[in-house]
């Protein structure tokens, strides 16, 4: 090999290592928020707020926070460089909170354009909307409960895996947002009692705005619907038809779903949608607090439970029709089974959803009654 070839192949592989370490950055001079939050004050304007780690141990405080107002999230990042020690990194974070005083105004989620703008932001953020003060969420720290945006994240995380809320990342309300035949719907969280509490599903409209919240149990059944439950979730029913001994709720039975399957068929006549529902759960036993013999009557509680899920099935899609909405994502199948009457709806889906018949029927089989009888 002559000199000459071998200086340029030295100079080729310095040059590759110079490169590699020309955006290094050392993790004390970083700062690197987890939580991003969105929020507007009394005078309606716009604050960001951030919460990072402190990599340090002369500190006491683990996290620090940011804040400031802005017209943009990218407008912000002049405001959050001049707060902080080092460079911010918006790359990682955990959750998105917004704020519900947000929700009352069209157009908020073009406040989160840089998010999906940037290539080299992440878009699995568990989006969350916080009903209540987004700084009086940032600045709870009880001192009995990890870092907020490990608890969040795991709260959402955890309680969607049992489907008693759901877990939307930033890439998924953006798809729920740009495509007509759905409508957003996030976690929500609340402080109670000087705690972060999850309430449930916040339901959003096509263009932003808040309708309504669903709790634990009626989360379930939208999972159900849209077939999203997967096998493990509870659900409990007070049965009118036992006796109640009060101050307990002695006829209430409790049990865990195994298999589930949903069927959906959809139809267009009379200028309406038409849509069956066949929901079938295999299902086993965590309670019972009234006196039945199962073994030999299980046709009977099975019976009195398909009454149940139906009834509350009936309430939360009249919920929807009400609100002018559609979580389930409805127009998917319209869309896709009777594209021409959809095309000439879409842009007032909500509003032809909310006259549209919907029939659902149950059928439940215990599996399991427990060791005891």
Same mark, same amino acid.
């Given at each position: ?7 340029i192949g030295l100079m080729m592989i310095l040059s590759l290592f110079l490169s590699s370490c ?49 017209k943009t999230l990218r407008q912000s990042k002049a405001a959050q460089d001049a707060q902080s ?128 919240? !669903?709790? /634990? #149990?009626?989360?379930? $059944?939208?999972?159900?619907? *849209? =077939? ?6 509870? +659900? ?72 149940? !899920?139906? /009834? #509350?099935?009936?309430? $939360?899609?009249?919920?929807? *029709? =009400? ?6 994502? +409805? ?43």
């Amino acid at each position: 090999m002559s000199p000459i070839v071998a200086r340029i192949g030295l100079m080729m592989i310095l040059s590759l290592f110079l490169s590699s370490c020309s955006d290094q950055l050392n993790l004390e001079n970083a700062n690197i928020p987890l939580v991003l939050g969105m929020d507007l004050d009394k005078n309606e304007k716009f604050h960001f707020y951030l919460t990072a780690p402190v990599f340090s141990n002369n500190i006491k405080k683990k996290s620090y926070e940011l804040t400031g107002t802005a017209k943009t999230l990218r407008q912000s990042k002049a405001a959050q460089d001049a707060q902080s020690s080092g460079a911010t990194q918006g790359r990682n974070y955990q959750v998105i909170l917004i704020g519900k005083r947000m929700l009352n105004y069209e157009g908020w989620f073009k406040m989160l354009e840089v998010i999906y703008r940037d290539a080299r932001n992440t878009v699995t953020d568990r989006v969350i909307v916080v009903d209540g003060s987004v700084p009086e969420m940032l600045y709870l720290n009880p001192p009995d409960q990890p870092m907020l945006p490990i608890l969040l994240r795991g709260m959402v995380d955890s309680t969607s895996s049992h489907s008693e809320t759901v877990s939307t990342t930033a890439h998924e309300l953006h798809r729920q947002f740009t495509d007509l035949g759905i409508t957003p719907y996030v976690s929500q969280v609340k402080i109670i009692g000087g705690k972060v509490r999850l309430q449930g599903t916040a339901l959003i409209s096509q263009t932003g705005l808040y309708k309504g919240t !669903l709790d /634990a #149990q009626e989360t379930v $059944l939208l999972r159900i619907l *849209q =077939k999203n439950a997967e096998p493990g979730f509870s +659900l409990s029913y007070q049965l009118p038809q036992e006796p109640e001994i009060s101050p307990f709720a002695t006829n209430m039975v409790s049990f865990t779903a195994g298999k589930v399957k949903t069927k959906i068929k959809t139809g267009f006549q009379n200028n309406r949608f038409k849509y069956d529902f066949k929901v079938s759960l295999v299902v086993g036993l965590s309670e019972h607090l009234f006196p039945f013999d199962v073994y030999h009557d299980s046709k009977q509680l099975e019976k009195m439970i398909e009454e149940q !899920l139906t /009834a #509350q099935f009936n309430a $939360l899609i009249a919920k929807i *029709q =009400k609100l002018k909405i559609d979580p389930i994502g +409805l127009g998917v199948y319209a869309r896709a089974y009777e594209y021409q009457a959809f095309k000439k709806t879409e842009n007032e889906w909500g509003e032809v959803l909310s006259q549209a018949d919907i029939h659902i029927s149950t059928k439940v089989k215990i599996s399991a009654m427990g060791p005891i009888k």
